[in-house]
């Protein structure tokens, strides 16, 4: 597989100009994340975990603006396998082929952790025992975007995904659409692993409760209400000890 090649994946990414757009915000706010951190650190190279890789656009992003040493954690074969195709000959560069859930030690190895579109595909009582881990851990940051899943945003979403033929509006009927806009979650089937039923709000008081919340990051600009978002991201740092 050539390193430049375009996964499915991507693909879907970039399936418009508005797809692309919305998808490039989390990198952004990314960016904001690790000049701040590296500023605070005096430029010493900063150890960063992402959790849910992929083809590990974040090191690409990444790696020629900070020093960094980096390690993702992918479960699927075949992103783990482009990410060690493009960025494999880079010194500072690892991924792992795993769930984070088998390799929590490598929380404790990094400065910085990040999950972007990643934890509401992961069980919440999984993501609540890797918050919690990561509360524990002696690092500087915590950051995660997550995809906004009710109140108006979802509806804005699934219709103009329907009005564009992008696939995400698919995982839901358009009563579940109705239900998750109004927010009445309790009548659209619990969430495990996709989008469909997924609170962030439910994940603000799990990290509430292990981390302190610097900044909620909204999308695709930060004065946009959180009702209409389409996605959600947390700055989060260790709570201060007593």
């Not at 494999?88 to 910085?112: M, T, Y």
């Amino acid at each position: 597989m050539s390193g430049h090649e375009e996964t499915r994946y991507e693909a879907r990414l970039n399936h418009s100009a508005v797809t692309r757009f919305l998808h490039s915000v989390r990198y952004k706010n990314l960016l904001g994340v690790v000049e701040a951190l590296s500023g605070f650190r005096g430029g010493k190279p900063i150890r960063i975990l992402d959790i849910g890789c992929g083809s590990a656009r974040a090191f690409g992003l990444l790696d020629p603006r900070f020093a960094i040493d980096y390690v993702g954690v992918e479960m699927r074969q075949k992103l783990c396998a482009v990410a060690r195709d493009r960025f494999g000959d880079r010194p500072n560069f690892r991924a792992v082929r795993n769930i984070i859930g088998n390799r929590l030690d490598l929380i404790d190895q990094v400065d910085l952790v990040i999950a972007l579109e990643t934890l509401e595909h992961i069980p919440a009582d999984q993501v609540a025992v890797l918050v919690e881990h990561i509360g524990r851990a002696e690092i500087d940051g915590f950051y995660c975007t997550v995809p906004n899943e009710i109140g108006p945003a979802i509806a804005v979403k699934n219709l103009g995904s329907a009005m564009i033929g992008y696939r995400r509006h698919r995982e839901y009927s358009w009563q579940d659409t109705f239900h998750s806009a109004t927010y009445r979650l309790d009548k659209v089937a619990p969430h495990r692993t996709g989008h469909k039923g997924f609170d962030w709000r439910a994940l603000q008081r799990v990290i509430a409760a292990h981390l302190d919340i610097q900044a909620v990051h909204r999308s695709p600009y930060g004065w946009v209400p959180r009702a209409v978002s389409p996605s959600i991201g947390f700055y989060c740092t260790p709570r201060a000890m007593d």
